[in-house]
């Protein structure tokens, strides 16, 4: 399977607010409500930020929202801030107990 | 506090073996399903391998699947990852990730590097 589809980079100033993209099929994001985010800071293992495609777990800002339309599931970033800035990568479950992650965005704040 | 510790990276050459440990605590390790997920250097994620809380079933991404063999030993908390027929390809950093919910990565490891090198 390919990876999930998302933007290579995005961008804005702090207070802002950020969508990253993550485009799959009718097999994978489109077909389950089992989408996770993650954040992965430079040489640091990623860090959960949004799971089942909404929800965030404990200890996780409010400022993180997750949502999902057809083949595609989204990240927003509230009120950005520089410690936001980081890889983004979406996962999927895929069927058969299969996994898919996406191609990774990197978030620069300005 | 969930931990993961990776173990077993380093240096193999083309054609060669490895074996991954993954020591878990701060958890009950035998009911949670766990993967192994990589990441080749300046690359994004791939995922690897599942296996569920039982060890019953297991489950491989294309790219390893026959070479690669994911166990757990519910008595020691340890999930381990078989590596043969390694390729250069295959060189990358190795995280061991628990379950959040429904097989979704939720707590990882700091990871092991694995270099497939001549």
């Known amino acids: 399977q390919s990876a999930l589809t998302q933007p290579a980079s995005v961008s804005g100033s702090p207070g802002q607010s950020i969508t990253i993209s993550c485009t799959g099929t009718?097999?994978?994001?489109?077909?389950?409500?089992?989408v996770s985010w993650y954040q992965q800071h430079p040489d640091k293992a990623p860090k959960l930020m949004i799971f089942?495609?909404?929800k965030r777990p404990s200890g996780v800002s409010n400022r993180f929202s997750g949502s999902k339309s057809g083949n595609t599931a989204s990240l927003t970033i509230s009120g950005l801030q520089a410690e936001d800035e980081a890889d983004y990568y979406c996962c999927s479950y895929a069927g058969s107990t299969t996994l898919i992650f996406g191609g990774g965005t990197k978030l620069t704040v300005l | 506090e969930v931990q993961l510790v990776e173990s077993g990276g380093g240096l193999v050459k083309p054609g060669g073996s490895l074996r991954l440990s993954c020591a878990a605590s701060?958890?009950?390790?035998?009911?949670?399903?766990m993967n192994w997920v990589r990441q080749a250097p300046g690359k994004g994620l791939e995922w690897v391998s599942s296996?569920?809380?039982?060890?019953?079933?297991?489950y491989y991404a294309d790219s390893v699947k026959g070479r690669f063999t994911i166990s757990r030993d519910n008595a020691k908390n340890s999930l381990y990852l078989q590596m043969n027929s390694l390729r250069d390809e295959d060189t990358a950093v190795y995280y061991c990730?628990?379950?959040?919910?429904?097989?979704?990565?939720?707590?990882w490891g700091q990871g092991t590097l694995v270099t497939v090198s001549s």
């Open positions: 701060g958890f009950t390790f035998s009911t949670y399903n």
């Open positions: 990730a628990r379950e959040y919910s429904s097989w979704l990565p939720g707590y």
């Open positions: 009718s097999s994978d994001v489109g077909n389950y409500d089992l």
């Open positions: 296996i569920s809380s039982s060890g019953t079933y297991t």
């Open positions: 089942e495609g909404n």
